[in-house]
């Protein structure tokens, strides 16, 4: 037997006795009721405790099951943005076109760049319908460790959803491929550590903030409908589009796999060895509380979210972090958020690792009745061929690294079929080498570490925290 008061879960332990676990602060009529875990109380003491919480918190019962309130969601909004240094307002857009070619017929790739913080510009490629009628969805892909916009995965979902009649935009993170020191893939510079407080922090936001700018720049086109734009993020990118629902009102639907698991203090995230991208700003956001909970309630607050894990993804700890763990964290949230409403969902791939899943049907059939595609109806995505990613590298020549070969990971994955060839990095880019070496300043790893560095600094010296010599 479960019970809960939204701030507590009372578990059985036989003989009319229960064990309340609590795992994070309850603020009342702002007063913070802090319960100590692990209390055995007698049944008819549960009654006496639920009232009592309200009493002291002024609240009555009613409004003690009714979840955080819209105040509240938007002080952790704000705090959360303040936290990780995402700048209020975000950047100007000020979007530029660089050109476009035809990957497939009916689809038109626009090599775009738009801008981020402290006047940095993202590269990236969005795929369309070659011709749109009316307004049609929005999808932002939001990438994993190593990856970028030249990644088999970002121009196979950009062509993909672009058939069914999105607009989809593939990026590239900092520290990844037009936005690498040296025009490489696959470097992971994102975690070269920075040691300056406060700095990050900064790059936790960075990344949130470069994933608001692609909702931003789709909200910006005239053809897009604004209430049917989609988040999917992969690995690291499950992470920072989980924090971007939270902050981030402007997109309807949030796709994860390959992570979404948040844990609390000294779990996996805290303990993560990717400091600069997940442990340092997961634990700057430790205010929250029961953060796992406080940050799926503000996405069940924008809208609907689904969580797609192989169950045996060791990356991001699933086979520790199954049914179970999700199934405590969504209880968790829907005493949070008051109800159900809009609180994720969560699919488990037997046998299955890390890859990135939204190109399988089940998926696609998700998005389909999120978003529905002018192209595609149920009965169509139920009917489709697919392709097994594995066979489709090879024939078309497109690079899968070691881990990606092994067929629980993306050589396994039997995606929808949409005619997707094998595109060169070169065909991605949106400078050609010249360009890049001109503009690399506006780009690069190492001029935003120089911004971010300068802008610790000063908050350091402000506040009248120590700065580590260089």
């Not at 011709?131 to 892909?141: L, R």
């Not at 990438?143 to 990026?171: C, E, R």
């Not at 209430?227 to 402007?250: N, Y």
């Not at 399988?360 to 009745?369: D, G, H, S, T, V």
Request: net charge positive; proline share 6%; with cysteine.
């Amino acid at each position: 037997m479960r019970i809960s008061f939204g701030c507590s879960e009372l578990s059985s332990i036989g003989n009319n006795f229960y064990k309340v676990e609590v795992s994070w602060r309850l603020v009342l009529a702002g007063k913070i009721v802090l319960i100590m875990p692990y209390l055995q109380i007698s049944m008819k003491s549960v009654a006496r405790m639920a009232m009592l919480m309200c009493v002291m918190g002024g609240m009555t019962l009613a409004a003690a099951w009714a979840g955080v309130t819209q105040q509240q969601v938007r002080v952790w909004r704000q705090e959360m943005r303040g936290a990780l240094y995402i700048p209020t307002p975000l950047p100007a857009l000020d979007a530029r076109n660089h050109g476009s070619f035809s990957p497939v017929p009916g689809v038109i790739a626009e090599r775009v760049t738009y801008g981020t913080e402290y006047g940095m510009r993202i590269p990236a490629i969005i795929y369309r319908p070659e011709h749109v009628a009316g307004k049609v969805p929005g999808m932002v892909v939001v990438n994993g460790h190593g990856a970028d916009k030249t990644s088999w995965y970002d121009f196979y979902t950009g062509i993909l959803y672009a058939k069914a009649g999105a607009v989809v935009v593939t990026y590239d993170m900092i520290g990844e491929g037009e936005r690498n020191d040296e025009h490489q893939n696959g470097e992971d510079e994102c975690e070269r550590m920075v040691a300056m407080p406060g700095v990050p922090q900064r790059m936790g936001g960075l990344m949130v903030t470069d994933a608001m700018q692609g909702v931003s720049y789709l909200r910006s086109l005239p053809y897009v409908n604004r209430k049917r734009i989609a988040l999917l993020g992969f690995s690291l990118g499950s992470f920072v589009s989980v924090l971007t629902g939270a902050v981030d009102t402007d997109f309807h639907a949030l796709f994860l796999t390959g992570g979404g698991d948040l844990d609390g203090p000294g779990g996996y995230w805290d303990k993560s060895q990717c400091v600069m991208t997940q442990s340092a700003p997961y634990k700057a956001l430790r205010f929250l509380g029961d953060r796992g909970a406080a940050i799926y309630t503000l996405n069940a607050r924008r809208g609907p979210t689904f969580v797609w894990n192989g169950t045996d993804d060791t990356v991001v700890a699933i086979p520790t972090h199954g049914p179970k763990f999700f199934a405590n964290l969504r209880q968790r949230t829907i005493a949070m958020n008051g109800s159900a409403k809009n609180v994720f969902t969560t699919h488990f791939d037997p046998g299955a690792s890390h890859r990135p899943a939204w190109v399988l049907r089940a998926p696609a059939e998700w998005l389909e009745k999120e978003l529905r595609f002018p192209n595609w109806t149920p009965q169509k995505v139920a009917e489709m061929p697919v392709i097994n990613i594995g066979e489709w590298a090879k024939a078309h020549g497109v690079y899968l690294d070691d881990g990606q070969r092994r067929l629980n990971r993306d050589a396994g994955l039997e995606a929808l079929a949409a005619g997707v060839p094998g595109l060169k990095p070169s065909q991605l880019d949106v400078f050609s080498m010249s360009e890049w070496k001109q503009k690399r300043g506006k780009l690069v790893w190492a001029a935003w570490a120089e911004h971010a560095t300068a802008a610790a600094v000063r908050e350091n010296l402000r506040v009248g925290h120590d700065v580590p010599e260089k």
